[in-house]
């Protein structure tokens, strides 16, 4: 296997098995490296990026990728339910130590499980797991001890017969006297302070032990107001927002046909949506072709400057038009992307906002001709193969058509000699049809025949139209005769009935 490092040269691969992938995805981007540098100072950094140029040229990869260089989320963000004004959530953040903490002292709430065996024997005795007899164990819910036959209960029976004489009373506690204890509640001294420890049945085999730490972690957990996870710890940091709606962007309050009734309908605090924006709390927020959202820019505009948004119900006829959170954290890195032809629709606080806070930065459409880049584009083969999962690797002779194709393709469209296309979408589907096509020949590879195939086939509408029609005048007259002008051209006798009773 062929070990990966910072070049591969063609003359040291038989095929794009041979080339091993780097783990990082920014050195999976081709042909951008003055960019990539930005970029990995903008994940360190926390900076915004405008990315620009022609679609097809690694803009989403890029967004996407910086995301793996970005420390993973630490906060917890939940709506917590407000008993004076339930319509006003309250919004309650925790780090990644508090809710760890937090599981912790749950944890504790629940007790800790022993075996018989390691409590006192008195307890032991009085939930019905030793026996007073032979001091064996066994289950709490035989009455009869399995070793001795003996009454494990009939001590209790006494002692309680006993006292029932004293006091003058039938009997103790209420219950069947041949039932063990369900709860012993006692006392210990723990570093010369009395504390209250109860012990607990657990099935016919365990004792719960809660001490005075778990007896007040329940009461804490009883005593916590009802809350609603909007934005948990563990998920994802990239965040892509293309062409979303208002509500998609900027969160919602669900409908409740009961209007958040107490007893019927779901609370106020139930019903938050967050948006893209609060889901890329810490993260990043991508939006490709952003002049697609141009009404909603101001709202990321205000979102970066505050680092908080507010949840609204955002339907008028909705129960939760009159439900408001304040203060929702979405505190993340912005990433926009456009053609050039698109930046003046892009709103000028916004570019400003960009400018004064990270890079905008304009993508390279071509690189140089040689070796070096040769090798760059054979590693682009090889992942995009990987990533299609569905096609067999390419020889090496295969994809020296294909780095062919990239050059003819940097001169047709860039008009630029001794260079490579990064034009790199379009060079995909170039391999996804060469390994298709090797795919039916049932070959282990893409050799150069199915590769220079997929290059012949693997055409424009555009080059099909010239090719078909020599040149897009010829090829729109053709296309708009209808079948009546058609008729009126053609047939000798225009205006005549014509005799479709066959039909």
């Given at each position: 296997?062929?070990?990966?490092?910072?070049?591969?040269?063609?003359?040291?691969?038989?095929?794009?098995?041979?080339?091993?992938?780097?783990?990082?995805?920014?050195?999976?981007?081709?042909?951008?490296?003055?960019?990539?540098?930005?970029?990995?100072?903008?994940?360190?950094?926390?900076?915004?990026?405008?990315?620009?140029?022609?679609?097809?040229?690694?803009?989403?990869?890029?967004?996407?990728?910086?995301?793996?260089?970005?420390?993973?989320?630490?906060?917890?963000?939940?709506?917590?339910?407000?008993?004076?004004?339930?319509?006003?959530?309250?919004?309650?953040?925790?780090?990644?130590?508090?809710?760890?903490?937090?599981?912790?002292?749950?944890?504790?709430?629940?007790?800790?499980?022993?075996?018989?065996?390691?409590?006192?024997?008195?307890?032991?005795?009085?939930?019905?797991?030793?026996?007073?007899?032979?001091?064996?164990?066994?289950?709490?819910?035989?009455?009869?001890?399995?070793?001795?036959?003996?009454?494990?209960?009939?001590?209790?029976?006494?002692?309680?017969?006993?006292?029932?004489?004293?006091?003058?009373?039938?009997?103790?506690?209420?219950?069947?006297?041949?039932?063990?204890?369900?709860?012993?509640?006692?006392?210990?001294?723990?570093?010369?302070?009395?504390?209250?420890?109860?012990?607990?049945?657990?099935?016919?085999?365990?004792?719960?032990?809660?001490?005075?730490?778990?007896?007040?972690?329940?009461?804490?957990?009883?005593?916590?107001?009802?809350?609603?996870?909007?934005?948990?710890?563990?998920?994802?940091?990239?965040?892509?927002?293309?062409?979303?709606?208002?509500?998609?962007?900027?969160?919602?309050?669900?409908?409740?046909?009961?209007?958040?009734?107490?007893?019927?309908?779901?609370?106020?605090?139930?019903?938050?949506?967050?948006?893209?924006?609060?889901?890329?709390?810490?993260?990043?927020?991508?939006?490709?072709?952003?002049?697609?959202?141009?009404?909603?820019?101001?709202?990321?505009?205000?979102?970066?400057?505050?680092?908080?948004?507010?949840?609204?119900?955002?339907?008028?006829?909705?129960?939760?038009?009159?439900?408001?959170?304040?203060?929702?954290?979405?505190?993340?890195?912005?990433?926009?992307?456009?053609?050039?032809?698109?930046?003046?629709?892009?709103?000028?606080?916004?570019?400003?906002?960009?400018?004064?806070?990270?890079?905008?930065?304009?993508?390279?459409?071509?690189?140089?001709?040689?070796e070096k880049n040769a090798g760059k584009l054979a590693q682009f083969a090889a992942q995009e193969i990987n990533l299609d999962g569905k096609i067999p690797h390419a020889t090496s002779p295969a994809v020296q058509i294909l780095i062919k194709e990239a050059e003819n393709r940097a001169f047709l469209i860039d008009e630029v000699k001794n260079a490579y296309t990064l034009r790199l979408r379009d060079l995909a589907g170039v391999i996804k049809m060469a390994g298709d096509l090797a795919v039916m020949d049932e070959s282990n590879f893409i050799n150069k025949k199915h590769m220079s195939?997929?290059?012949?086939?693997?055409?424009?509408?555009?080059?099909?139209?010239?090719?078909?029609?020599?040149?897009?005048?010829?090829?729109?007259?053709?296309?708009?005769?209808?079948?009546?002008?058609?008729?009126?051209?053609?047939?000798?006798?225009?205006?005549?009935?014509?005799?479709?009773?066959?039909?």
């Amino acid at each position: 296997m062929y070990i990966h490092k910072k070049n591969v040269f063609l003359d040291e691969i038989e095929t794009t098995a041979d080339i091993e992938l780097p783990h990082d995805p920014l050195d999976r981007v081709i042909g951008q490296e003055n960019v990539i540098e930005l970029v990995k100072i903008a994940a360190k950094q926390r900076r915004n990026l405008l990315l620009v140029g022609p679609p097809g040229i690694g803009k989403s990869l890029i967004a996407q990728a910086l995301s793996f260089h970005l420390t993973p989320p630490n906060e917890h963000i939940t709506a917590v339910h407000n008993p004076e004004r339930p319509e006003r959530p309250f919004i309650e953040v925790k780090t990644k130590e508090e809710i760890e903490n937090e599981i912790e002292d749950k944890r504790r709430a629940e007790g800790e499980y022993l075996s018989p065996e390691k409590v006192p024997d008195a307890i032991a005795e009085r939930l019905g797991f030793k026996c007073v007899h032979c001091g064996s164990y066994n289950s709490a819910y035989q009455n009869i001890c399995s070793q001795c036959g003996g009454d494990k209960f009939s001590h209790i029976q006494a002692r309680r017969k006993h006292l029932g004489d004293l006091l003058g009373m039938f009997e103790m506690n209420g219950g069947s006297d041949n039932i063990p204890q369900d709860r012993v509640t006692t006392t210990r001294v723990v570093n010369d302070k009395e504390e209250v420890i109860i012990y607990e049945r657990a099935g016919g085999s365990e004792i719960k032990v809660l001490d005075q730490r778990s007896l007040e972690e329940r009461r804490k957990m009883v005593e916590n107001k009802p809350r609603h996870v909007i934005i948990p710890l563990e998920r994802k940091n990239f965040i892509q927002a293309t062409g979303a709606s208002e509500t998609e962007l900027l969160g919602d309050v669900r409908h409740d046909p009961y209007g958040g009734h107490y007893d019927l309908g779901t609370q106020p605090y139930e019903r938050i949506v967050p948006g893209a924006i609060h889901e890329a709390h810490e993260g990043v927020l991508f939006i490709d072709e952003i002049i697609h959202i141009a009404s909603l820019q101001r709202y990321i505009l205000s979102a970066m400057q505050e680092k908080s948004f507010p949840i609204v119900g955002r339907n008028p006829q909705s129960a939760g038009s009159s439900v408001k959170v304040e203060n929702v954290p979405c505190d993340f890195i912005f990433i926009a992307a456009c053609n050039i032809v698109d930046l003046k629709y892009i709103l000028p606080p916004l570019r400003s906002r960009i400018q004064g806070e990270g890079y905008e930065i304009l993508m390279n459409t071509i690189m140089t001709a040689d070796e070096k880049n040769a090798g760059k584009l054979a590693q682009f083969a090889a992942q995009e193969i990987n990533l299609d999962g569905k096609i067999p690797h390419a020889t090496s002779p295969a994809v020296q058509i294909l780095i062919k194709e990239a050059e003819n393709r940097a001169f047709l469209i860039d008009e630029v000699k001794n260079a490579y296309t990064l034009r790199l979408r379009d060079l995909a589907g170039v391999i996804k049809m060469a390994g298709d096509l090797a795919v039916m020949d049932e070959s282990n590879f893409i050799n150069k025949k199915h590769m220079s195939q997929a290059v012949n086939n693997a055409i424009s509408i555009e080059e099909q139209i010239l090719k078909r029609y020599k040149n897009f005048e010829k090829a729109f007259a053709e296309d708009s005769y209808s079948s009546h002008s058609f008729k009126q051209k053609h047939s000798p006798y225009p205006n005549e009935n014509i005799d479709r009773s066959y039909l």
